[in-house]
Nanobody, 122 residues
Framework: QEQLVESGGGLVQAGGSLRLSCEDSGRTFSRYNMGWYRQAPGKEREFVARLSWSGLSTDYAGSVKGRFTISRDNAKSTLYLQMNNLKPEDTAIYYC???????????????WGQGTQVTVSS
């Protein structure tokens, strides 16, 4: 069973950068497709980005494409999200997700982390 722990969130000014990390304490991280989702206050959780287990396939939400980059280090069982040119509308709790399947974009897998808060001030 995967146990995911996010870190790296914080308060940043608009235009700034943050890098989120998600460490998996399970033994099968390299077998999972991984993704990032976020939930802003008063809104539903939404898809941000995903990366296949091989690292060869990615998808991004239109609102973050060109600004965010998802990556992984299977040797460290860690997923990353590099966020550049942050905007106030990026403010949300960010969650990582592990998925056994590579299906339709935005359909999460069974395993979630506890989330890390990102706040972007204008």
């Amino acid at each position: 069973q995967e146990q995911l722990v996010e870190s790296g969130g914080g308060l940043v000014q608009a235009g700034g950068s943050l890098r989120l990390s998600c460490e998996d304490s399970g033994r099968t991280f390299s077998r999972y497709n991984m993704g990032w989702y976020r939930q802003a206050p008063g809104k539903e959780r939404e898809f941000v980005a995903r990366l296949s287990w091989s690292g060869l396939s990615t998808d991004y939400a239109g609102s973050v494409k060109g600004r965010f980059t998802i990556s992984r280090d299977n040797a460290k069982s860690t997923l990353y999200l590099q966020m550049n040119n942050l905007k106030p509308e990026d403010t949300a709790i960010y969650y990582c997700n592990a998925n056994s399947y590579w299906g339709p974009v935005g359909v999460p897998g069974a395993y979630w982390g506890q989330g890390t808060q990102v706040t972007v001030s204008s």
